[in-house]
C-alpha cells in the first residue's frame, strides 16, 4: 500500500459512515458536521437515484447487506504504531499490535529527557498488571483491596481503597492513582505510588455509600512573561499539563495565569525558575516568597 492513500480522505470515510444511516436528517447532519462548507452540497448530489448517482442508496437506505469494513492501515500508520508499542509505558495500557513486519517510524533511543529525576519505575511485568486493573476499576466504579508498601517501610499495609484517577509525573516519570481510602466510617481523598503496590484485587466489601467526591480546589498563580527566545512558546509547552490562559498586555509582554493542585507546588516552582528573568510571578506572596528562598539557597550553594 501506498504511504498515504486517497482510500484514507475524508470523503471515503464519510460515505462509509452514510452508508450506515437511516434517514435523510441523519445524512444531512453527518455531511454537515463532519465534512467540508461545501460538502453537504457536493456529496448530496450523488445521494440521489437519478442517473448521476452513485446508486448506493434506495429510498435514503443503504444498498449493502453488511456494514462497510474498517479502514486498512497506511505504512506511515503502522510505523507510527510499531514506534509507539517499543515505548516502555505501553505494556501498561495495551497488548501488542499484530503489525507483521514493520520498521517503526523512529527510535525512543533518540530521544533525551532532560531535567528529570534519577529513579524511575519499571513498567513491566506485575506493575503493568496494576496499572491495568487500575484503570479497569476507575472505569467500572469498583472498591478495591490494596496492599501498599511505601518507602522505608517493612510490611506492607491494607486498605479498601477506590481509584479515581490515574496520573503520570513527566518529571518523576512515575505513575500515582488518586481516589477514596476508607478510614473508619468515611472515605478519605489519598494518593498511592503505584510502584509501591504490592496486590490489588476486588474487594469483597464492594459499598461505597456515603462516599461522595470532590475534585481537589485548585491554587493559582499569575505570571508576566517577556516574548524573548520564543519564551511564550516553551511556556505552553511546558505548563501543558496545567489549566491556564494567557492574555497579551503589550508588545512581547502577556499575563500568564496557570491553575494547579497544591501537590504540584514544588514542580511548577521549577519550571518558573527556568525561565529566568523572562517570567515574574506577580501573585499570590506566597509563591513570590517561595521563589525569594530557592533563589537565596542557590546563592548560598554556589558559595560552598
Same mark, same amino acid.
Given at each position: 500500500m501506498e504511504l498515504f492513500s486517497e482510500i484514507h480522505s475524508? @470523503?471515503?470515510?464519510?460515505?462509509? $459512515?452514510?452508508?450506515q444511516t437511516k434517514t435523510a436528517d441523519e445524512q444531512r447532519e453527518l455531511l454537515e458536521q463532519n465534512g467540508f462548507k461545501e460538502t453537504p452540497f457536493e456529496m448530496s448530489a450523488y445521494l440521489t437515484e437519478d442517473k448521476e448517482g452513485w446508486h448506493l442508496t434506495k429510498d435514503k437506505h443503504t !444498498?449493502?447487506?453488511h456494514s462497510p469494513k474498517s479502514f486498512p492501515l497506511t505504512k506511515l500508520e503502522k510505523a507510527w504504531l510499531a514506534a509507539i508499542q517499543q515505548e516502555q509505558k505501553f505494556s501498561c495500557f495495551s497488548d501488542p499490535f499484530?503489525?507483521?513486519?514493520?520498521e517503526p517510524l523512529f527510535s525512543w533511543q533518540d530521544i533525551h529527557y532532560f531535567d528529570q529525576f534519577v529513579s524511575e519505575d519499571s513498567?513491566?511485568?506485575? #506493575?503493568?498488571? !496494576?496499572? =491495568?486493573?487500575?484503570l479497569q476499576s476507575i472505569?467500572?466504579?469498583q472498591v478495591m483491596q490494596l496492599d501498599y508498601q511505601a518507602a522505608?517501610? $517493612? &510490611?506492607?499495609? =491494607?486498605?479498601?481503597?477506590?481509584?479515581?484517577?490515574?496520573?503520570y509525573s513527566a518529571k518523576n516519570n512515575k505513575f500515582r492513582v488518586l481516589g477514596k481510602r476508607k478510614n473508619g466510617r468515611s472515605w478519605k481523598t489519598v494518593t498511592f505510588n503505584c510502584s509501591d503496590i504490592q496486590s490489588l484485587e476486588p474487594a469483597k466489601d464492594s459499598s461505597i455509600e456515603g462516599m461522595v467526591w470532590s475534585p481537589p480546589r485548585l491554587c493559582k498563580i499569575v505570571c508576566h512573561l517577556i516574548d524573548e527566545r520564543s519564551a511564550l512558546e516553551r511556556a505552553t509547552f511546558?505548563?501543558?499539563? #496545567?489549566?491556564?490562559?494567557? /492574555? =497579551?498586555?503589550?508588545?512581547?509582554? @502577556? =499575563?500568564?495565569?496557570?491553575? @494547579? /493542585?497544591?501537590?504540584? /507546588?514544588?514542580?511548577?516552582? !521549577?519550571?518558573?525558575?527556568?525561565?529566568?528573568?523572562r517570567m515574574k510571578v506577580v501573585e499570590p506572596d506566597h509563591f513570590v516568597q517561595l521563589i525569594k528562598e530557592r533563589l537565596i539557597r &542557590?546563592? /548560598?550553594?554556589?558559595?560552598l
Open positions: 475524508l @470523503y471515503y470515510q464519510l460515505m462509509a $459512515q452514510l452508508l !444498498i449493502l447487506k499484530d503489525l507483521e513486519e514493520c513498567f513491566t511485568g506485575a #506493575y503493568a498488571q !496494576i496499572v =491495568r486493573k487500575l472505569d467500572e466504579q522505608g517501610k $517493612q &510490611q506492607a499495609t =491494607r486498605h479498601l481503597f477506590q481509584p479515581l484517577k490515574l496520573e511546558h505548563f501543558s499539563n #496545567y489549566r491556564k490562559t494567557v /492574555e =497579551r498586555l503589550g508588545d512581547n509582554q @502577556y =499575563r500568564l495565569t496557570v491553575f @494547579y /493542585e497544591k501537590k504540584d /507546588e514544588t514542580e511548577l516552582l !521549577i519550571n518558573v525558575l527556568s525561565f529566568g528573568a &542557590q546563592k /548560598e550553594l554556589s558559595h
